[in-house]
């Protein structure tokens, strides 16, 4: 059984033909537009609707540009009020995860700046232990975090890797790799191992 990460590219027929045969979603809940204005992603309404009709466990994504501190406390800020809104107040069961793969969040100053929006976070959702991390296994994850304060912290992570291997989790046991983004198929569907947050 797969988790599979849905957005706007995806029809939202998908959620019904992936019932019974999955485990659950990731849905895109949004991302900044270019005045850096945080928008609700065109289909997650649809999406999340879809899922819990089919009874479907549901975690969120927010593709990040933050520039600077400001810009990730205001993401947080739209990620909070949307939870409280569709999810009355709950973390989604599959997580909360921070998409850091737009090349404009990926700088030397990105690890202190994350770890306080998710730090923040936390402190609002009662010690929430699923707010975490998605990106690359090299491009992001060695290049800009220190491996071992993501274990200290006890930051989830959520990696993509298409080549067959899960990098991070075979070089890095100690880290707490919830998903391994492992394939797309025919470019449009993004597929993921989903290994829990454990105690689940």
């Not at 409280?84 to 973390?91: A, I, L, Q």
């Not at 010690?127 to 930051?155: A, R």
């Not at 990696?159 to 198929?185: C, H, K, S």
Request: glycine share 6%.
């Amino acid at each position: 059984m797969s988790v599979y990460d849905l957005s706007h590219w995806q029809p939202v027929s998908r959620i019904k033909e992936l019932a019974g045969n999955c485990e659950g979603v990731i849905l895109k809940l949004g991302e900044p537009n270019d005045e850096y204005d945080d928008q609700l992603d065109p289909h997650f309404e649809e999406f999340l609707s879809e899922a819990r009709k089919y009874n479907i466990p549901v975690g969120i994504y927010y593709m990040s540009r933050a520039r600077d501190m400001h810009d990730f406390m205001r993401e947080a800020n739209f990620i909070n009020d949307c939870v409280y809104k569709y999810f009355d107040g709950v973390e989604p069961e599959l997580g909360t995860w921070i998409d850091l793969e737009r090349k404009e969040v990926m700088r030397d100053d990105i690890q202190p700046q994350v770890l306080d929006m998710i730090g923040t976070m936390q402190s609002w959702w009662n010690n929430s232990n699923k707010i975490g991390i998605y990106g690359s296994s090299v491009n992001l994850f060695e290049q800009y975090f220190d491996m071992d304060d993501l274990v200290y912290y006890d930051i989830p992570l959520w990696v993509a890797q298409y080549n067959g291997e899960n990098y991070i989790m075979d070089n890095y046991p100690r880290n707490r790799v919830v998903l391994w983004q492992f394939t797309t198929n025919n470019n449009t569907q993004d597929e993921n191992h989903y290994y829990g947050f454990g105690g689940d």
